[in-house]
């Protein structure tokens, strides 16, 4: 059974970059579209990218395009999602999901979610 792993998350002030990864055990994650989603204190979990299995095609909110870009290496059965330009309102937890439904992987995630990775943006 495929199992994630988030890491990378951190304190980093504003205006500063990150990058989290997003690690798969029990399958490959070439056979599934992937999704970061983030939430932060008090508010609903959001999706913030995703990434296509098939051929690698690429979804940002509005609220990160520009800034934050994602990627995958199959070899290394992992995902990245590369965070520039941080600001206060990106401080969440960070969640990966996998799913073979490109929708659910990119909005809603299929409720198997892990401990996520903290990101802090601070001064």
């Known amino acids: 059974q495929l199992q994630l792993v988030e890491s990378g998350g951190g304190l980093v002030q504003p205006g500063g970059s990150l990058r989290l990864s997003c690690a798969a055990s029990?399958?490959?994650?070439?056979?599934?579209?992937i999704g970061w989603f983030r939430q932060a204190p008090g508010k609903e979990r959001e999706g913030v990218s995703c990434?296509?299995?098939?051929?690698?095609?690429?979804h940002y909110a509005d609220s990160v395009k520009g800034r934050f870009t994602i990627s995958r290496d199959n070899a290394k059965n992992t995902v990245y999602l590369q965070m520039t330009s941080l600001n206060p309102e990106d401080t969440a937890v960070y969640y990966c999901?996998?799913?073979?439904?490109?929708?659910?992987?990119?909005?809603?995630?299929?409720?198997?979610w892990g401990k996520g990775t903290l990101v802090n943006v601070s001064s």
């Open positions: 999901a996998a799913d073979r439904t490109w929708f659910t992987a990119c909005y809603y995630g299929n409720g198997n």
């Open positions: 029990g399958s490959t994650l070439d056979n599934y579209h």
């Open positions: 990434i296509r299995g098939s051929d690698g095609v690429t």
